[in-house]
């Protein structure tokens, strides 16, 4: 599929045509269906997977950018195989694409470390956006559920962390890396942090990716969450 791409294509911006995508669905028709239109649109489908446990040995083998999930797979839940990869390569994002929009998953779902959560019934374009997006560290959601999302990070900053009277001081951060977590934990996208501080995309991930590193934390879910106990999300 991807090896047909055209890397001479001045249409194809160079991180869409290099983007590693693993499609991963027990329901082999779908499966095949979400990897053709992801690779008809010059992103690379570098493996799919029907299961558990095969997802989390071959997402090893080919290391993807974007892992492609559905929830409900056999020998071993999707929640479970996000944990695992994302725990083992904190690089790794993950776009959930699942028929449940029911709460408890989306919010299972984000914990376990996905990046986003698409429901089955958007459209191919809608998911082609929603790879690219989620290949950068933006959150997607189907609309309703990001504010689903937000409000349950507010109830997780109700309850403070329980290692954190046993930590050092956090290291200090720059004045932009505290106002781009600020606009993260407000609930804006990179693109759109980006916009409102008239700076570009990638510096945007690289203050995003610093403030991770200063912080000790592992994904956006803990950076939101340090965020709003600062009380970055109201200042």
Same mark, same amino acid.
């Given at each position: ?42 992103? *690379?489908? %570098?493996? !799919?997977? +029907? ?8 997402? /090893?083998?080919?290391?993807? $950018?974007? @892992? ?69 560290? *933006?959150? %997607?959601? !189907?609309? +309703? ?8 990070? /507010?109830?997780?900053?109700? $309850?403070? @962390? ?74």
């Amino acid at each position: 599929m991807s090896e047909h791409t055209d890397v001479n294509n001045p249409q194809q911006p160079q991180e869409q045509r290099e983007t590693r995508v693993m499609v991963v669905d027990d329901h082999p028709m779908w499966r095949d269906a979400v990897a053709r239109d992801l690779a008809a649109a010059g992103l *690379d489908v %570098v493996a !799919t997977a +029907g299961d558990g446990p095969e997802a989390v040995r071959r997402a /090893r083998a080919v290391t993807p $950018d974007v @892992l492609v999930l559905d929830l409900n797979l056999p020998g071993m839940p999707g929640v479970q195989v996000c944990k695992e990869l994302v725990g083992a390569n904190p690089a790794l994002r993950v776009l959930v694409l699942s028929a449940s929009g029911e709460h408890a998953d989306v919010l299972e779902a984000v914990k376990s470390g996905a990046t986003g959560y698409l429901l089955k019934s958007a459209g191919a374009e809608e998911l082609i956006d929603a790879v690219r997006r989620t290949a950068v560290g *933006d959150p %997607v959601f !189907t609309p +309703g559920l990001a504010g689903l999302v937000l409000g349950e990070y /507010r109830r997780l900053a109700t $309850d403070p @962390l329980p290692t954190a009277s046993d930590e050092p001081k956090a290291p200090q951060l720059t004045d932009r890396e505290t106002e781009v977590l600020r606009l993260v934990a407000k609930g804006l996208s990179y693109k759109q942090i980006a916009e409102r501080l008239v700076i570009s995309h990638r510096t945007v991930q690289n203050h995003v990716q610093n403030t991770l590193g200063k912080l000790q934390l592992h994904n956006r879910v803990e950076l939101v969450r340090y965020a709003i106990e600062a009380g970055l999300d109201d200042a």
